[in-house]
């Protein structure tokens, strides 16, 4: 079955970039879908930030799009989440996601923006 | 971009009674429209797609409707389990939108 899985640092210092990396598992990436990622801060309702497709092509949150970059790496079926100059609102349980309908998530992973 | 706005905000049910959530589109979606389920602690999971197609897996208590700006998601007879926030989400245009949410609470 189909599995997403989130990495990276729970703690990330403020004005510096944030890093996630979803792998998954059970479907090659490069078959298709957009992959994408999805934040919600704590207490708070779900924010779409952005989704590639496997060629590469990618959209983003205009909010968000001038601090983010999202990456593939189909060699490792990798895609990437870089959010830079991160503030306190950037804490949030991040969730990387398969489709624009998701139908596949991963468990979320919450990165905080402190000091 | 296109702004979803869900009500209510909080939904106060008794277990076996029926539920309707409405979710408006700022402007025609067609019919890209996905319900999710969140249950706290968890990941959202999807029951509806297309406004109105069920999930794999998702019980057919669930239903969707409409198409264009105006969507419903109806729980027919809530069970334990359903009392959860669930939040549509368009996929029609970039970027993609979500509502706020409806919180669905025991009674």
């Known amino acids: 079955q189909v599995q997403l899985q989130e990495s990276g640092p729970g703690l990330v210092k403020p004005s510096e970039t944030l890093s996630l990396t979803c792998t998954v598992s059970g479907y090659s990436i490069s078959s298709g879908y957009y992959w994408g990622w999805i934040r919600q801060p704590p207490g708070k309702g779900l924010e779409w930030i952005g989704n590639i497709y496997h060629s590469g092509s990618t959209f983003y949150n205009p909010s968000l799009e001038s601090r983010v970059t999202i990456s593939v790496d189909t060699s490792k079926n990798q895609f990437s989440l870089k959010l830079a100059s991160v503030t306190a609102a950037d804490t949030a349980v991040y969730y990387c996601?398969?489709?624009?309908?998701?139908?596949?998530w991963g468990q979320g992973t919450l990165v905080t923006v402190s000091s | 971009e296109i702004v979803m706005t869900q009500s209510p905000a909080t939904l106060s049910v008794s277990p076996g009674e029926r539920a309707t959530l409405s979710c408006r589109a700022s402007q025609s979606i067609s019919s890209s429209l996905v319900w999710y389920q969140q249950k706290p602690g968890q990941a959202p999971r999807l029951l509806i797609y297309?406004?109105?197609t069920r999930a794999t897996g998702i019980p057919a208590r669930f239903s969707g409707s409409g198409s264009g700006t105006e969507f419903t998601l109806t729980i027919s007879s809530l069970q334990s389990e359903d009392f959860a926030v669930y939040y549509c989400q368009q996929y029609n245009t970039w970027p993609r939108t979500f509502g706020q949410g409806t919180k669905v609470e025991i009674k």
């Open positions: 297309g406004a109105s």
């Open positions: 996601t398969r489709s624009s309908a998701v139908d596949y």
